[in-house]
């Protein structure tokens, strides 16, 4: 079993492996991990050299990773897919190949859709140019989708994990008061709404901001002379669901390690954990996430050191007027402008 594989790298609680991650699993007992928790290479229409596959080869690639996740994965566990979207080739038009994935884990595979959740970065610049800044026929892409799967429709969680500061609004209402009535949607509003319970239940959109710059990783990466992983998720995205979904001493894995952000939230929150990178440049970089880790830190500490307390979207009407200036392009935007 697992035993026999050597570790790349070791810590007080995990392991990094280098190496196929499929060799790694099928060398698993059945139902042993808690929560595999991964981004993997998107289907982007450009070949990346962190190995992404292709559109039209996606969901072949991933079927051998999901019978290995089927098999591994406990009765009660989690297992939490980051996607970015991707775009057609020459064309504004977005590949549906996150929701095919979504679909085949569900009816090829027996997986659950326990919650779709959408991770919001506000500081993602306007891509793609062509279609964002040039034609002027989209809006930028800042969105990923998260897909929280179960093989159980009953996957241990607990929303209490993850509660948030209440909003100024709802601070007013609970300061104020509220009249219990039957809203205009047909919601009927009791006066247990009006209840303060210390803090609000998030929704299923996570905003976090991807703008590490000067963090303890790369200042590791740059004074060792190693390339830092281009595709890391910040820090706050696996500790979100390892919170809500695991329990200390539970096993998190991740297939797709890269930098291994996973498994220094793991470590971070008492967990055991497992992360697998194919290419041992990344894992150079990873090294250093476990060397004199940081006691103590939580990223819900930096983001108030940072001022990322929340973000807001501005209301869509802002900038309209009566006087739309702009006639829309006969062609759609095909013809490039000057």
């Not at 064309?91 to 929701?99: D, M």
């Not at 993602?124 to 159980?152: F, H, M, Q």
């Not at 108030?304 to 006969?330: F, M, N, S």
Request: charged letters at 30%; glycine letters at 6%.
């Amino acid at each position: 079993m697992e035993r026999e594989l050597t570790p790349w790298l070791k810590t007080r609680l995990g392991r990094i492996f280098h190496g196929d991650s499929l060799n790694v699993m099928r060398c698993r007992e059945d139902s042993s991990v808690d929560m595999i928790l991964t981004s993997p290479p998107f289907a982007l229409t450009r070949k990346k050299d962190y190995g992404n596959e292709q559109e039209d080869e996606y969901l072949e690639w991933f079927r051998s990773f999901a019978l290995e996740f089927r098999r591994i994965l406990k009765p009660d566990g989690s297992l939490v897919i980051d996607l970015g979207g991707a775009w057609k080739p020459g064309i504004p038009v977005r590949s549906l190949y996150h929701f095919k994935l979504l679909i085949m884990l569900c009816e090829e595979y027996d997986f659950h859709l326990a919650q779709e959740f959408y991770w919001w970065n506000p500081s993602k610049l306007p891509t793609p140019a062509e279609w964002v800044n040039i034609r002027r026929v989209r809006v930028k892409d800042a969105v990923n989708t998260v897909w929280w799967l179960a093989k159980s429709p009953w996957p241990r969680a607990s929303n209490r994990r993850v509660l948030q500061p209440y909003s100024d609004s709802m601070r007013d209402l609970l300061n104020n008061g509220y009249k219990a009535k039957l809203r205009p949607s047909g919601h009927d509003i009791s006066e247990k709404f009006a209840r303060d319970n210390g803090a609000a239940i998030p929704p299923n959109l996570i905003a976090v901001p991807n703008t590490e710059s000067n963090s303890r990783y790369l200042r590791y990466c740059a004074k060792n002379e190693v390339r830092a992983h281009p595709a890391r998720f910040p820090a706050s995205v696996p500790e979100y669901f390892i919170r809500m979904a695991t329990d200390r001493g539970d096993l998190v894995l991740d297939p797709f390690g890269g930098s291994c952000v996973t498994g220094e939230v793991a470590e971070r929150l008492e967990r055991e954990w497992v992360c697998v990178e194919i290419k041992e440049e990344y894992l150079l970089g990873a090294k250093g996430r476990f060397e004199e880790p940081e006691q103590g830190c939580t990223t819900a500490k930096g983001a108030k050191k940072a001022g990322e307390g929340y973000y807001r979207i501005p209301h869509p009407g802002l900038l309209w007027d009566d006087e739309e200036r702009d006639l829309l392009p006969a062609d759609g935007g095909r013809k490039r402008p000057q």
